[in-house]
T-cell receptor, first 112, second 114 residues
Framework: AQSVTQLGSHVSVSEGALVLLRCNYS??????LFWYVQYPNQGLQLLLK??????LVKGINGFEAEFKKSETSFHLTKPSAHMSDAAEYFC??????????FGTGTKLQVIP | SAVISQKPSRDICQRGTSLTIQCQVD?????MFWYRQQPGQSLTLIAT?????????ESGFVIDKFPISRPNLTFSTLTVSNMSPEDSSIYLC???????????FGSGTRLTVV
């Protein structure tokens, strides 16, 4: 069985501030982990993925995430928020031969 | 990666009617997935569609309500049958391109049932 928990359904940051979106996972096998972004009225776009290679993963738009097995975490960060980062972000676990399970999402608000 | 074209992008339907959503991929894929995203919620997998076999439905979803076709390796349809306001959601198709690309999603169909 596998699951993800995203802490905080809404996060607000000031433009230029650090973005930190939290994700903890549970998986009975070594996990594949993903972060997706959904802009209003659009589908999901893959930001980055962890597939058992480097634990620090860099994605698009300046985002990165670090896989920490001891903490079962895969938090998403960006050093400096931009107005265009306002969207909903989903953490997901699975892939390969396993069904992908999505977290409940975190809406990021960027305050000018 | 792949490009997924999904249509319609949105529709407003009367209760009791049916809507068929189309998903076209620009490359051949083995598995296609249909998700539902209810207002303010995360994605829930409806079913997995493999070409040449019956779709596999997740718990809580049945073929009579959500019939799926998968006639070839680039195309699939999802029908939402006998709609009620509770079916108002975003429906998304997705393909698995392997771990190098993750799951790729269509832009979604925003369905409102009145």
């Amino acid at each position: 069985a596998q699951s993800v928990t995203q802490l905080g359904s809404h996060v607000s940051v000031s433009e230029g501030a650090l973005v930190l979106l939290r994700c903890n996972y549970s998986s009975s096998v070594p996990p594949y982990l993903f972060w997706y972004v959904q802009y209003p009225n659009q589908g999901l776009q893959l930001l980055l993925k962890y597939t058992s290679a480097a634990t620090l993963v860099k994605g698009i738009n300046g985002f990165e995430a670090e896989f920490k097995k001891s903490e079962t975490s895969f938090h998403l960060t960006k050093p400096s928020a931009h107005m265009s980062d306002a969207a909903e972000y989903f953490c997901a676990v699975g892939g390969g031969y396993q069904k992908v399970t999505f977290g409940t999402g975190t809406k990021l608000q960027v305050i000018p | 990666s792949a490009v997924i074209s999904q249509k319609p992008s949105r529709d407003i339907c009367q209760r009791g009617t049916s809507l068929t959503i189309q998903c076209q991929v620009d490359s051949q894929v083995t598995m296609m997935f249909w998700y539902r995203q209810q207002p303010g919620q995360s994605l829930t997998l409806i079913a997995t569609a493999n070409q040449g076999s019956e779709a596999t439905y997740e718990s809580g979803f049945v073929i009579d309500k959500f019939p799926i076709s998968r006639p070839n390796l680039t195309f699939s349809t999802l029908t939402v049958s006998n709609m009620s306001p509770e079916d108002s959601s975003i429906y998304l198709c997705s393909v698995d391109l392997g771990l190098d690309y993750g799951y790729t999603f269509g832009s979604g169909t925003r369905l409102t049932v009145v």
